[in-house]
Structure formats: structure tokens, C-alpha cells
């Protein structure tokens, strides 16, 4: 007899991250990088669980964990087999309550929610099968892997045919991508020296560490103050020389003609992308972006749904996609994306760092490698090095590359004192951040 889910817990852990001005960007200044963590827990032998997690950057955390409370009723009291069995039909389960729905639909803080859960969902299987999640997809036939994926407002770009065909020609190389996957790891880039908020001293430091720690690629926020950018961007090409490639990110802070006044000042430095250089919602504006200026335009962190992401694809007006892991309802959509970017030839390179980000997204990227684009070309994973000492199975990056994650699940499990010394607001962390800012009152 299958054991049963019993319960959905929900937590709110968030760390100060503001205090060193980790993860400071042009639209955010000052981010506590934060998760809504999920534990789905069963009646197994043994503890079997399944992890997940929605990354915010502070205030607004609660929501989404209140989110994720809403969808309890769909988890509690269903057997493991029935939603690791299937996990195409729990997908939609949880995607496609009409009420629910209503508030997005499908995107915004009820879609995170659900992307939260059907991520701890699959953290569940994998667990189950004994696989991390990427070899778990990677194990599946073409036709196991189109059951995953919701079809609806995609045909017009990507039919059923089609995704079968993609993943049917790439089926016969994948043993042997596994292989180099697991000797040589996935090439990575470092958004670390390139924090806004850090001194010029500390982005010179760290561009030259990144450097000499193998990486091929760094990137830095942009879009505050123009005469700023410039100095920072002469900076950093000076520290890593002609042949690391320098990405810039804006965060969302331009209009499309200040995006290409900024852009034509910053391409005598050679960036390698523009990142979300405007809303993530509008894509006439990135398709402008891209061909009025010369440097290759990237968006997708926070880009809501699949549907989005196939327009961006049918307008031209994208380089490469970035794929956030827990953006969009989860592996299910996810995959989406990556069949429609397989189906357009352009590349993906994941967003990553915040809390659990990298760790989560790895798979995906792999999973893509190995099943679906069969290609390295172009695709690098962004990797920060903070926060990862707060999960069981964190991402480890050597010589510039993803190491293939090889324990079981989506290497989404925090440690126990994460959950008590960072929740919040009752966390001891907490509680002394307080007490401070009291005293300095």
C-alpha cells in the first residue's frame, strides 16, 4: 500500500542580506533574500518527504507561504504513488482550480505557490526513485515527458508533435551526455563581483577571484546612474581582460529609449548580454531593444508563464532564455519552456542565486543538456556564492562548472537550524536584528 502525504509545511525563512548589500541591483537596493519552504511529509518508513521552495527578497515572503497553505487541501491525504505517478495530472491539479486560477491567472503569487509545491512534489519522486531530478527526467521516454506539459496556448508555436519530435531526436545521445555531464560538469558565470551596492575596491577583487577560480563569464547590475555604470564597466574589463565575457543586468529600470542610450554608451566595453533591460511583461519593448542596439538581449527571471516566454520566442525579441525555478508553476512548466526554446534555437541560461535557486535550477539546465537541446553551445548557469551552507545537498561549482548533483531529489532540503534560526519573525536572528534596531532608535 502507497504511504500517504499527511502534511503540507510552510515556512517562512528569510536572511538579512540587505546588511551587506548581497543582491543589491539597480530596482532593488536593498533584497533579504528569502524563501517560502515547503515540506510535503508521509507516513513512510524512514521520513520520506519532499522539498521545495519560492524565492522572494523579503517583505511579501508571508504571501506566498499563505499562497501555498491555500493549495493544502489538494496534497494532504493523497497517496505518494498518485502524485509521484503522475505528476503531470497533480501539476494541473493545483494550476487549474478555477478560483484559485482567477488570481493570476496562472501567474503572480498563486503560480509561484504552485510552482513551490509541484517542485517539492518532484523533490518526492526523485527521493523515491532514488535519482536526483535531472537524471529522473532524463530516465523518462519522450511520450513520459509530453504528458508532463500543458499544451494550452502553445500550439500555435509548439504542438505535441513537435515537443515529441525534439526529444525523440535527441533520445539516442543521451547516455553519453550523461557521462560528460557527470566527468566535466555545466559550464557557469558569477554575478558575485557585480552587485551594485559593492565598492569599486571589492568588484575589482572579486571580478580577478572569479577569474582564477575558472570562470569564463561574470555579470554586473547596471541601470542606476549611467556615468557610474561606465566606471564600474572599465573597471571590470580592466581586472578580467579581453576574453572573459562581462554580461550586464538591469533589472527592469529602463524605458526602450533609455535602454538604448545606455547600451550604445556601454557597448565600447564588449557586453556579452543585456539582461531584463525593461518590464519583463512587455515584449514589443525587448524586440525594439534587440534591434536598436548591438549588444544580445536575455530575460526570464521573472517572466510569468510559458505563454510569455513563447511570445518573447515568436517575437525575435530574445537572445537567450533565462529560466527561474520556481518563477513559474514549477519542473512541469519549465519543461514547456525548454521545448519552445528547443523549438526556436536559442539558448537557455538560468537565472540563479538567491536562496536555492542554484541548487534547484541546475537540474533543469542538465535535464536540458542530456534530453531536450542536447547542446552546450551558449548556455551557462549563473552561480552566486551565498546561502548554499543552508542546504543538505548545496550546489557545488569547481573550476568555473556545475558539478551533476548526484543525491537523490532537487537538492532543495534545508539544513534543521536554517528552519529555526531564520524564520521569521520569530527566528533568533531575527529576534537580535530587532533588539538592534531598537537600540539604534
Known sequence: MSPTITEVDVYDIRFPTSEQLDGSDAMNPDPDYSAAYVVLRTDAPGGLAGYGLCFTIGRGNDVVAAAIEALRPYVVGRSVDSVTGDLGAFYRLLTHDSQLRWLGPEKGVMHMAAGAVVNAAWDLAARQAGKPVWALLASMSPDQLVDLVDFRYLSDALT????LDILRRAEPGRAARAETLRKEGYPAYT?????????????????????AAGFGQIKLKVGADLEDDLRRMRLARAAVGPDIRIAVDANQRWDVAEALEWMAALAPYDPYWIEEPTSPDDILAHAAVRAGQPVRVA??????????????????????????????????ENLAILLLAAKFGVPVCPHAGGVGLCELVQHLAMFDYVAVSGSLEGRVIEYVPHLHEHFSDPAVVENGRYVAPSAPGFSARMVPETLTDYRYPEGPVWQERAQRQELTR
Open 191 to 211: 554575478t558575485e563581483p557585480g552587485w551594485l551596492g559593492y565598492s569599486d575596491e571589492k568588484l575589482t577583487r572579486l571580478a580577478k577571484e572569479a577569474v
Open 160 to 163: 505535441r508533435d513537435e515537443a
Open 299 to 332: 530575460t526570464g527571471e521573472h517572466v510569468a508563464n510559458r505563454v510569455v516566454f513563447k511570445q518573447l520566442l515568436q517575437a525575435g525579441a530574445v537572445d537567450f532564455v533565462q529560466i527561474d525555478a520556481a518563477r513559474v508553476a514549477g519542473v512541469n
